[in-house]
């Protein structure tokens, strides 16, 4: 998997400050994003009353044969048919198995309620989520407008920084299309797809027109599942460069600079200004 080992996040000038001066950032809940499609959808199944009766018919007839092992919890209609077929002997499974899938073992309102019951648990681990976002980019137009306070903020660029265990290193990349996030019936059901492999394709889709960020992101656990936001330390040394929006006031950027030379003397600051010649933002090292 191709991973990033620096970041930036845009930041208004107030938020910029604090981050730098307390050597912490705000990690999300995806409820409170500001994109009601982002995280907040329910998961679309590709199959029918056919599949779900398909692959319960084939799971159960498995697990009463001993031919495969499953971690799959059979609701109560399906336990119940398992006890009565616990009791007939092997060769007879398959075939009755077959009989019982003529007579369609779900029904279409069973479909609906599974899907309406998974969503809901799904939802609940998603509320559950902790989300730090970042960019690739650190000049693009548009992220600077639109999270950097109209160009008067600025953009912290961040690192991986081994001796810190740095989270960064697991951040992935986010994924933009026009269609939600889909997925099998059968897959799900049958374990060909992980809940983690939802929850990860689900926290990194996003709308094609939100292309324009490339953005990655960390997902971890709330530490507070009723909390919609955490606040947490970063090391230091994890701050790499920083760079001034090209309308930042004079004394935030002066409050900037002494931060950076006080706390990261390490860091490279930037200034940010308006390219001459085309529609782009160029930037010059200060210190």
């Known amino acids: 998997m191709n991973r990033l080992k620096s970041f930036y996040k845009y930041y208004s000038i107030t938020s910029g400050l604090k981050?730098?001066?307390e050597g912490r950032i705000k990690w999300s809940s995806p409820y409170?994003?500001?994109?009601?499609?982002?995280?907040?959808?329910n998961i679309l199944f590709d199959g029918n009353i056919n599949d779900l009766n398909d692959v319960t018919s084939q799971i159960l007839q498995e697990y009463?044969?001993?031919?495969?092992?499953?971690?799959?919890?059979?609701?109560?209609?399906?336990?119940?048919?398992?006890?009565?077929?616990?009791?007939?002997?092997?060769?007879?499974?398959?075939?009755?198995i077959g009989l019982a899938k003529q007579q369609n073992v779900y029904t279409e309102d069973m479909l609906n309620s599974y899907k309406n019951n998974f969503n809901n648990r799904f939802?609940?681990?998603?509320?559950?989520?902790?989300?730090?976002c970042f960019?690739?980019?650190?000049d693009n137009i548009l992220m600077w407008s639109h999270y950097a306070e109209e160009h008067t903020g600025i953009v912290i660029n961040f690192k991986d920084y081994p001796p810190a265990?740095?989270?960064?290193?697991?951040?992935?990349k986010v994924k933009y299309t026009d269609i939600l996030p889909?997925?099998?019936i059968k897959d799900i059901l049958y374990k060909n797809i992980t809940i983690e492999q939802i929850h990860?394709?689900?926290?990194?889709?996003?709308?094609?027109?939100?292309?324009?960020?490339?953005?990655?992101?960390?997902?971890t656990s709330m530490r507070n599942p009723l909390d919609t936001f955490e606040i947490i330390p970063f090391d230091l040394h994890e701050v790499q460069n920083v760079y001034l929006g090209c309308r930042i006031q004079p004394e935030a950027e002066n409050q900037v600079i002494n931060i950076i030379k006080t706390k990261y003397p390490w860091a490279k600051i930037y200034k940010g200004h308006k390219s001459s010649t085309k529609f782009a933002l160029e930037f010059s090292l200060l210190n």
């Open 135 to 138: 960019s690739e980019d650190y």
């Open 165 to 172: 265990d740095s989270p960064i290193k697991l951040a992935k």
């Open 32 to 41: 409170i994003f500001n994109d009601p499609f982002d995280n907040q959808c």
């Open 19 to 21: 981050t730098l001066k």
């Open 200 to 219: 990860d394709a689900f926290t990194l889709t996003k709308a094609k027109c939100w292309e324009y960020e490339k953005e990655w992101r960390i997902v």
């Open 64 to 96: 009463l044969l001993g031919n495969k092992k499953h971690e799959y919890k059979f609701d109560s209609k399906i336990s119940f048919i398992m006890q009565q077929l616990e009791t007939v002997p092997k060769e007879y499974v398959p075939k009755i």
């Open 123 to 132: 939802k609940e681990l998603m509320r559950d989520s902790s989300i730090f």
């Open 182 to 184: 889909t997925f099998s």
